[in-house]
């Protein structure tokens, strides 16, 4: 079962150790998404040699292809996909609230048509735990509302109510051996919401707890503002999630604002459109300025990529070319970019500079280079 440890804090930030039956995590940390249970177009072993200790995979994508069954009978995820690591599932109720008018919520559940084929399926709090389970990850995810931005008070209680409803129904139906479930704190962007969810849900004493409902379209400034709502009302002595947040300066201000773990596909997603994470923003290897750019990505830079001699204008013919090579490594170099990043993070707390880190970051952090 996981462990959190929570061992200094520099300010708000915070700096600890999540342990699972599969490796110990230093926090904060950014978690890779595997969807499909691969991170696209790394191997394992690359997705590891990055740094990374712990990936995403995600429930709805994985019920419905392979499907879970096929998975617990492969020896769960960890076998199935060759990973030593820790995993933590989603629950798929955001893919599943995503398909709009493909699906129709109630207080039993979700009824929703697969993308795949059109066929219909049925999520409860129940059915989302037996998959869940059958995956094996070392972190589920209690099954939840994701309210869309923008909505307007009251859906967005009914939406907190029903999540509250369900992770009672989740942690009554979850009983795996080294399995951890979170809760998840729903809440909008209303601050009076935020607090509600967070009160009922870390009153069901869940080992750990994500925040829902955030990068999903609001300006970031209403994100960081809910964070600061969220802080002192979360356990300190249990990990905080921050769902769906990957860029790099949303991951700086998150460890700003007490968040612990963090998930995104926007690195590996922006790395097969030719976009590679540097210091102070980003490059769009596409671009023609790069086509005799002899350089590595980034000077200085540990990656499979830059270590390698790799350089920018050869990676920019290979992604002209529609060679899969580009963006393998893109992918690597954006991965153990902010692999790297946290590592600094967890200095700078660990030294207790994290105020300087933070004004160094943004003083490099050209406004053109927001994601």
Same mark, same amino acid.
């Given at each position: 079962m996981l462990k959190f440890t929570l061992k200094k804090t520099c300010g708000h930030a915070r700096l600890g150790v999540v342990e699972t039956s599969h490796s110990a995590i230093p926090t904060p940390v950014f978690m890779p998404v595997g969807t499909q249970a691969s991170v696209k177009t790394a191997t394992a072993e690359e997705v590891a040699e990055t740094g990374s200790k712990i990936l995403l995979a995600n429930t709805y994508h994985l019920y419905l292809r392979p499907g879970h069954e096929l998975i617990k009978r492969a020896g769960g995820l960890h076998s199935f996909m060759n990973w030593n690591g820790s995993i933590l599932t989603d629950s798929g109720g955001f893919q599943a609230f995503s398909l709009g008018p493909m699906r129709k919520i109630s207080d039993e559940g979700v009824l929703f048509r697969s993308h795949h084929d059109g066929s219909k399926h049925m999520f409860t709090p129940e059915s989302v735990m037996e998959v869940e389970m059958a995956l094996g990850a070392d972190i589920a995810m209690c099954f939840d509302e994701c309210a869309p931005f923008p909505s307007d008070h009251d859906y967005v209680k009914i939406a907190a109510d029903r999540t509250y409803e369900w992770a009672k129904r989740c942690k009554a139906a979850h009983h795996h051996e080294y399995q951890s479930l979170f809760g998840?704190?729903?809440?909008?962007?209303?601050?009076?919401?935020?607090?509600?969810?967070?009160?009922?849900?870390?009153?069901?004493?869940?080992? /750990?707890? /994500?925040?829902?409902?955030?990068?999903?379209?609001?300006?970031?400034?209403?994100?960081?503002?809910?964070?600061?709502?969220?802080?002192?009302?979360?356990?300190?002595?249990?990990?905080?999630?921050?769902?769906?947040?990957?860029?790099?300066?949303?991951?700086?201000? /998150?460890?700003?604002?007490?968040?612990?773990?963090?998930?995104?596909?926007?690195?590996?997603?922006?790395?097969?459109?030719? *976009?590679?994470?540097?210091? /102070?923003? $980003?490059?769009?290897?596409?671009?023609?300025?790069?086509?005799?750019?002899?350089?590595?990505?980034?000077?200085?830079?540990?990656?499979?990529?830059?270590?390698?001699?790799? *350089?920018?204008?050869?990676?920019?013919?290979?992604?002209?070319?529609?060679?899969?090579?580009?963006?393998?490594?893109? *992918?690597?170099?954006?991965?153990?970019?902010?692999? $790297?990043?946290?590592a600094e993070i967890r200095n700078a707390i660990e030294e207790d500079r994290f105020d300087a880190f933070y004004h160094d970051f943004f003083a490099a952090y050209g406004e053109d280079h927001h994601f």
């Amino acid at each position: 079962m996981l462990k959190f440890t929570l061992k200094k804090t520099c300010g708000h930030a915070r700096l600890g150790v999540v342990e699972t039956s599969h490796s110990a995590i230093p926090t904060p940390v950014f978690m890779p998404v595997g969807t499909q249970a691969s991170v696209k177009t790394a191997t394992a072993e690359e997705v590891a040699e990055t740094g990374s200790k712990i990936l995403l995979a995600n429930t709805y994508h994985l019920y419905l292809r392979p499907g879970h069954e096929l998975i617990k009978r492969a020896g769960g995820l960890h076998s199935f996909m060759n990973w030593n690591g820790s995993i933590l599932t989603d629950s798929g109720g955001f893919q599943a609230f995503s398909l709009g008018p493909m699906r129709k919520i109630s207080d039993e559940g979700v009824l929703f048509r697969s993308h795949h084929d059109g066929s219909k399926h049925m999520f409860t709090p129940e059915s989302v735990m037996e998959v869940e389970m059958a995956l094996g990850a070392d972190i589920a995810m209690c099954f939840d509302e994701c309210a869309p931005f923008p909505s307007d008070h009251d859906y967005v209680k009914i939406a907190a109510d029903r999540t509250y409803e369900w992770a009672k129904r989740c942690k009554a139906a979850h009983h795996h051996e080294y399995q951890s479930l979170f809760g998840i704190v729903q809440g909008g962007a209303f601050a009076d919401l935020r607090e509600y969810s967070a009160k009922q849900i870390t009153d069901l004493d869940f080992p /750990g707890y /994500g925040i829902g409902g955030l990068s999903v379209g609001e300006p970031k400034e209403k994100m960081y503002e809910m964070l600061e709502v969220l802080d002192p009302l979360m356990p300190a002595e249990k990990p905080r999630y921050l769902m769906g947040v990957g860029s790099p300066d949303c991951l700086v201000e /998150g460890v700003k604002r007490g968040v612990d773990m963090f998930d995104c596909v926007l690195p590996t997603r922006i790395a097969r459109n030719g *976009t590679v994470f540097v210091t /102070g923003g $980003k490059l769009v290897l596409r671009n023609a300025e790069y086509a005799e750019d002899h350089r590595v990505i980034e000077e200085g830079c540990g990656c499979y990529a830059c270590r390698r001699g790799y *350089t920018r204008g050869y990676i920019r013919h290979l992604l002209k070319a529609g060679e899969v090579l580009g963006i393998r490594l893109t *992918t690597i170099h954006n991965l153990y970019f902010l692999q $790297k990043l946290m590592a600094e993070i967890r200095n700078a707390i660990e030294e207790d500079r994290f105020d300087a880190f933070y004004h160094d970051f943004f003083a490099a952090y050209g406004e053109d280079h927001h994601f």
